[in-house]
């Protein structure tokens, strides 16, 4: 299963309303996780089941809120038990048939 989530504080102190450190502590609790992941400029998206990856998401809007009081968290999931290895192989289908076209 895969689940990419966005959080980030709804409140800075940042001059240019920046809100980076929040998020790298955010990122920081995923790589510690151990949980396979991507992250990308809008999405951090994790590999696993429900047991794993809820825990994760929940410590990085933790990690979040600790820049400010309210919190915002996008979640979107594709829940299809069984398959592993999808962080590569959904963008390898694509590549494929971008090539195919050709």
């Not at 929040?22 to 992941?37: L, N, Q």
């Not at 069984?82 to 963008?91: I, M, R, T, W």
Request: charged share 25%.
């Amino acid at each position: 299963m895969l689940f990419a989530f966005s959080v980030a504080p709804s409140t800075t102190d940042d001059p240019d309303g920046s809100v980076s450190a929040a998020v790298a502590d955010a990122i920081r609790v995923v790589r510690e996780s151990g949980v396979p992941h991507r992250l990308d400029s809008m999405f951090t998206t994790l590999e696993g089941d429900w047991d794993q990856c809820m825990p994760v998401i929940k410590a990085a809007c933790d990690a979040v809120a600790q820049h400010s009081p309210r919190v915002s968290l996008v979640v979107k999931a594709d829940l299809r038990p069984g398959y592993d290895g999808q962080l590569d192989a959904k963008v390898a289908r694509i590549e494929s048939r971008l090539t195919d076209a050709d």
